[in-house]
């Protein structure tokens, strides 16, 4: 018996009422909530296939413990919503919430974590910062007292924080927007917006021309790109962001453990890999590929905590794109200029972490015309407004 596909392919129609740009986790969410609004007649657009670009190429993790009150209250929805997202979706996400780790080297690094903390918990959110020795029993296998140069003098603690299987977060959304009466185009690649006296009319692509009064830009590395085609010049800058992983190996880590001092993050996997990133490139780039620096530094600093690694062999790396913003905050929600062009781009390292919480907002934004509140500190004017939401310190390693 052959197979159902998880979602089908279609005609693409001359009209729809929404278009999407971008068939990874921000664009495919926004899809599936505007089919639970109502809102059937949508098109995502992707140029190449589902979770080709920054969501089958990150670390799948999911955290809210931000530095800001309105990152925490964002980041605390996108959990919430992952937490319930394989009922929701009927499909296995695999999200194991085995809690987080960022850890402090130094007396400074203590106090940002104090600060952190403090705010998380204002905010609701389960954090707190823990000392070496409840450190060590969490995970037993970490050199927490061995650091002659980096002591672990603390870290910060958050139980709902963990990984989730990125793939199928990407393929049950597709599925989801595919029941929910929505069109998932693959292979199709925007080439120009149409804009008249201010407003969106149209989208042509390399499969034709689609009459449309919302456009949705949802891309990453490229986000610029799509906003230049309604003359929107956008203030963000993209870097190559690189991952490893290692060879499987027998469980061993219960939590992502990530150190800004090292420049690493580390979490395993459901199949015993061990998956390493660090901080994004310091040049500008549209480069995908690997480097041996990166494979170097990364080997190095994750000796550092682990020790024991040293013959545990690299399986692959891999290079995905971030779009970075002033602030190191995401831009979200309607355009001052151009009406029916929306935004949900520059998330730099956050992206994959917020999807569901983006998808549900900016859907509520497109089915309404009217920003929710959770939106607003994200909107482009801030910038001409001088109310920047500044999450530098909460990158941990990728800034």
Not at 122 to 136: A, H, T, Y
Not at 319 to 346: A, E, H, N, Q, R
Request: charged share 20%; with cysteine.
């Amino acid at each position: 018996m052959k197979p159902s596909r998880m979602w089908q392919e279609h005609e693409l129609q001359d009209s729809y009422d929404v278009v999407i740009i971008g068939g990874g986790v921000h664009g495919l969410a926004t899809a599936y909530y505007l089919t639970q609004l109502g809102v059937k007649n949508i098109a995502v657009l992707e140029a190449k296939y589902i979770g080709f670009g920054g969501s089958g190429r990150n670390t799948a993790i999911v955290r809210s413990n931000y530095r800001t009150p309105e990152g925490i209250a964002f980041y605390d929805l996108s959990v919430k919503l992952y937490e319930q997202l394989a009922i929701d979706l009927d499909f296995n996400v695999m999200f194991s919430q085995h809690g987080h780790l960022t850890m402090a080297h130094n007396e400074r690094g203590v106090t940002g974590l104090m600060e952190r903390a403090n705010t998380n918990r204002l905010m609701g959110v389960n954090s707190r910062v823990i000392f070496p020795q409840e450190i060590q029993e969490l995970v037993p296998d970490l050199n927490v007292f061995g650091h002659m140069r980096y002591p672990i003098m603390a870290a910060l603690y958050h139980p709902p924080g963990g990984i989730i299987r990125h793939d199928a977060v990407v393929w049950a959304y597709a599925r989801g927007v595919d029941r929910g009466g929505g069109h998932v185009h693959q292979k199709t690649e925007v080439k120009s917006i149409e804009v008249v006296d201010g407003q969106v009319e149209a989208v042509v692509t390399n499969r034709g021309r689609i009459r449309t009064k919302k456009v949705l830009n949802a891309t990453a590395g490229y986000a610029g790109l799509i906003s230049k085609m309604v003359d929107l010049q956008i203030p963000v800058s993209t870097h190559p962001l690189q991952a490893c992983v290692t060879e499987p190996l027998k469980p061993f880590l219960n939590t992502v453990i990530v150190s800004s001092t090292l420049h690493i993050y580390v979490s395993q996997t459901d199949r015993g890999e061990l998956v390493l990133g660090a901080e994004v490139d310091g040049h500008s780039s549209y480069s995908l590929r690997g480097t041996l620096h990166f494979a170097e530094s990364a080997a190095t600093h994750l000796l550092e905590l682990f020790p024991m690694l040293a013959n545990v062999k690299l399986l692959r790396q891999w290079s995905g794109l971030c779009d970075m913003t002033p602030d190191y905050s995401p831009i979200m929600g309607d355009t001052p200029d151009v009406k029916g062009f929306y935004m949900t781009v520059g998330w730099g390292t956050y992206g994959f972490k917020a999807g569901p919480a983006s998808g549900y907002l900016m859907a509520e934004c497109i089915a309404s015309g009217k920003s929710p509140a959770k939106l607003e500190p994200f909107h482009i004017t801030r910038f001409y407004e001088d109310r920047l939401v500044g999450e530098k310190a909460a990158a941990s390693v990728s800034h």
